[in-house]
C-alpha cells in the first residue's frame, strides 16, 4: 500500500528564516504529488502540485516553493517565512486514491 | 468561485440525532472522494462514488451521487461523538486533486 513519510510533525520558526518541508513516498512510482495548506478551521487549500520529477505547478502565488528532486521526494520550501505562513501543511499523493502524510504544523512567530 | 462547495460550513448535533450534508459543482466528474479529518491529522478516505445515482454504505453513514455526477451527500444515522471531524469532498479536475471546504461537525453526547 501507498504510504507518505513527512516530516518534521509540528515546527516553530521566527520570521524572516527558511523553511524545509520534505515528504516522501512508499509503494508506488510516478505519483502525483501535492502541497495544501490548511488554517485552523478551514479546508485544504491546494498550494502545489507535480506530476513527474522536476515539474511543478503552483496553484497559489505566495511566499512558498516547491521541488520534485527525486520520483518520490516532493519538497515545500521558502526563503524567508511570513506570520502569514502558519497553518498546517499536508503532503499528499494520489495513484488511484489519494493518500497522505501525518502533516506538518508550522508556527512562524 | 469554489470547484466544490459544502454545506453546511458548520454543524452541531446531539448524540442520536440524524444529518446530511451536501457537495455539490456547477462540474460533471468521473468519481467524487468523501474524507473525515480529525485535528492535527490528515484527511482519511470514507468512500469513492464512481457511478450517476450511487449509493454506498458504511455502517451508520450513505453516501450518494448525483445521477448527473455534479453533487453528492452523507446522511449519518444516529449520530455519535465519534463522528465529529471535519467533512471533506474531493475531485480529480485535471491533474490536479481538489477538496471541497468541508463541514465541520460537532456531535455532543
Known amino acids: 500500500s501507498q504510504t507518505i513519510h513527512q516530516w518534521p510533525a509540528t515546527l516553530v520558526q521566527p520570521v524572516g528564516s527558511p523553511l524545509s518541508l520534505e515528504c516522501t513516498v512508499e509503494?508506488?512510482?510516478?505519483?502525483?504529488l501535492y502541497w495544501y495548506r490548511q488554517a485552523a478551521g478551514r479546508g485544504l487549500q491546494l498550494l502545489f502540485y507535480s506530476v513527474g520529477i522536476g515539474q511543478i505547478s503552483s496553484e497559489v502565488p505566495q511566499n512558498l516553493s516547491a521541488s520534485r528532486p527525486q520520483d518520490r521526494q516532493f519538497i515545500l520550501s521558502s526563503k524567508k517565512l511570513l506570520l502569514s505562513d502558519s497553518g498546517f501543511y499536508l503532503c499528499a499523493g494520489v495513484y488511484g486514491g489519494a493518500f497522505f502524510g501525518q502533516g506538518t504544523r508550522l508556527t512562524v512567530v | 468561485t469554489q470547484l466544490l462547495e459544502q454545506s453546511p460550513q458548520f454543524l452541531s448535533i446531539q448524540e442520536g440525532e440524524n444529518l446530511t450534508v451536501y457537495c455539490n459543482s456547477s462540474s460533471v466528474f468521473s468519481s467524487l472522494q468523501w474524507y473525515r479529518q480529525e485535528p492535527g491529522e490528515g484527511p482519511v478516505l470514507l468512500v469513492t462514488v464512481v457511478t450517476g445515482g450511487e449509493v454506498k454504505k458504511l455502517k451508520r453513514l450513505t453516501f450518494q451521487f448525483g445521477d448527473a455526477r455534479k453533487d453528492s451527500s452523507l446522511h449519518i444515522t444516529a449520530a455519535q461523538p465519534g463522528d465529529t471531524g471535519l467533512y471533506l469532498c474531493a475531485v480529480v479536475y485535471g491533474q490536479n486533486f481538489v477538496f471541497g471546504p468541508g463541514t465541520r461537525l460537532s456531535v455532543l453526547p
Open positions: 509503494g508506488t512510482s510516478n505519483p502525483n
